[in-house]
């Protein structure tokens, strides 16, 4: 039994380059909690969602994680679009001024 959340939550992870034990870490959710997940033996609930989302690494995962969506020009991305892993997203803003 694997769940879409379960599976968003793995891509983020591999996404950032992180082992199950670091991204334990960060997110204050035990390592056994995040197998469980991954397999798909659990459905991380709200309080875990809340944990993940509310992480600097991870909030720009939040509109993806919870509805499919991205919407780049705010920063919420998809993993398979993480420039730059652990750093956060890149701006791509310019310091040119316009108008």
Do not use: C
Not at 38 to 47: D, Q, S, Y
């Amino acid at each position: 039994m694997s769940s879409e959340l379960s599976e968003k939550l793995k891509l983020i992870r591999e996404a950032e380059n992180l082992s199950q034990a670091k991204f334990a870490d960060l997110t204050g959710i035990s390592i056994s909690t995040i197998k469980k997940y991954e397999v798909g033996i659990m459905e991380p609930g709200g309080v875990t969602l809340r944990k993940i989302t509310t992480h600097e690494v991870f909030k720009k995962y939040t509109l993806w994680l919870m509805s499919d969506e991205t919407n780049e020009a705010s920063g919420q991305i998809a993993p398979a679009l993480s420039p730059d892993g652990q750093n956060g997203t890149l701006s791509r803003r310019s310091a040119k001024k316009v108008g």
